[in-house]
C-alpha cells in the first residue's frame, strides 16, 4: 500500500466523511458492520476522479532538495 493511500485511509477528512454518513452507504442504506457472518464495509468514494499519479509527482518534486531549504522558525513564519 502506497504512502499517499495510507494518509488517506488516516485522514480527519475521511473519518468526518464516515461520521457524517453514519457509516451507511448512502445509495442503499448498509450500516458498517462488524458482526460476524454480517460483516459490512464501507468506503468514502471520491465523486470526481482523482488523478493519484499527478498528485505522487507534484508531491515527489516538491520534496526535491533542491526545492527546500532551512529556515529558522522564525525567518519560515515571514515565508
Known amino acids: 500500500m502506497s504512502g499517499l493511500r ?3 485511509l488516516r485522514s480527519r477528512e475521511r473519518a ?3 461520521k457524517h454518513d453514519q457509516y451507511t452507504c448512502v445509495r442503499c442504506g448498509a450500516k458498517q458492520s462488524r ?3 454480517r460483516e459490512v464495509k464501507v468506503e468514502v468514494h ?3 476522479p482523482i488523478e493519484w ?3 505522487v509527482a507534484v508531491i515527489k ?3 526535491l532538495v533542491d ?3 532551512t529556515l529558522c522558525q522564525p525567518c519560515h513564519k515571514k515565508e
Open 46 to 48: 471520491h465523486k470526481e
Open 35 to 37: 458482526a460476524k457472518g
Open 6 to 8: 495510507r494518509t488517506w
Open 61 to 63: 518534486e516538491t520534496l
Open 16 to 18: 468526518a466523511r464516515l
Open 53 to 55: 499519479d499527478s498528485i
Open 67 to 69: 526545492s527546500t531549504e
